[in-house]
């Protein structure tokens, strides 16, 4: 019988400005398949339910390929490669920078453009019983709500990182000039591009580059006009966007497009549409 399962959710009001949102997939009975892990403005925390997640290739190429129960990976400026046989289960956490001081107690900069196996930073128990207990649940929601409990736990001050996360939700949700968004936390623009490069692993206009890429790429449907994606979201011409495209995704939006539409991660909620970041 074939598996084909998505589904998605916000997590609970206290964690929301920490994770953007979960997604949860099971599929068995498909084609073997591979997928393009894009560079998006969070970080990546996968438990399986049942078999490994194989990564193919790391956003760093020094990265031996492998396999990960559960995997956390930083946030990144080329895409990972992972596979699959037909048969793939998990969860994924959309974990912002600020959920990463928050919820791992470490800045994402030490993540960056790394994938790390989860349990090395939140302990094999911990991953253990998370693993344990979405086998176990039900159904989605039950299984989101093991992630709402779990990582609820684990959820610490951050409040260090408000400057910073400042100048970050603004980068998700706006194209701001550098010398502006440093006016208002009241820094110049080479300290913030500073602390940014620090915190996060990435400096400020890479973010703003990237953020702008997932707002595209997540609007980018069957019969919709690439230079209106342009348009919409900030791109000189439709030939800027298939640029960042071959450079963020290694491939054109048409191929994306055929080959991504419809996998569990190519449609997930868009930064924006979440009111953590208002």
């Not at 969070?42 to 290739?57: N, Q």
């Not at 990265?63 to 990144?76: I, K, N, S, V, Y």
């Amino acid at each position: 019988m074939t598996v084909d399962e998505y589904a998605q959710a916000r997590p609970a009001a206290p964690l929301r400005p920490f994770i953007g949102f979960y997604s949860g997939y099971r599929q068995n009975g498909l084609p073997p398949g591979r997928h393009r892990g894009l560079p998006s403005p969070y970080l990546t925390l996968i438990f399986t339910i049942d078999d490994p997640l194989v990564v193919a290739a790391h956003p760093d190429p020094r990265q031996t390929p492998g396999r990960f129960d559960a995997l956390l990976g930083g946030l990144h400026l080329t895409p990972a490669l992972i596979t699959h046989d037909g048969r793939q289960s998990g969860v994924q956490v959309a974990l912002s920078p600020e959920g990463c001081r928050a919820l791992l107690g470490l800045p994402a900069a030490e993540l960056a453009n790394l994938d790390v196996d989860a349990a090395a930073v939140l302990g094999e128990r911990f991953v253990g019983e998370i693993r344990e207990r979405l086998a176990a649940a039900p159904d989605w929601p039950a299984r989101f709500a093991v992630l709402d409990t779990m990582l609820g736990s684990l959820t610490r001050d951050a409040s260090g990182f408000h400057p910073i996360g400042y100048a970050y939700r603004r980068l998700l949700r706006h194209d701001v000039p550098i010398a502006e968004l440093a006016g208002e936390v009241g820094w110049s623009g080479r300290h913030l591009t500073g602390r940014f490069r620090a915190e996060l692993g990435l400096r400020p206009k890479e973010a703003a580059r990237v953020a702008r890429f997932d707002r595209a790429r997540r609007s980018i449907r069957p019969g919709v006009r690439l230079a209106d994606v342009a348009a919409t979201h900030g791109y000189a011409d439709q030939s800027h966007l298939v640029r960042d495209f071959q450079a963020f995704a290694g491939c054109s939006p048409t191929t994306w497009l055929a080959d991504e539409f419809g996998f569990v991660q190519a449609l997930p909620l868009s930064p924006g549409d979440d009111e953590s970041h208002d």
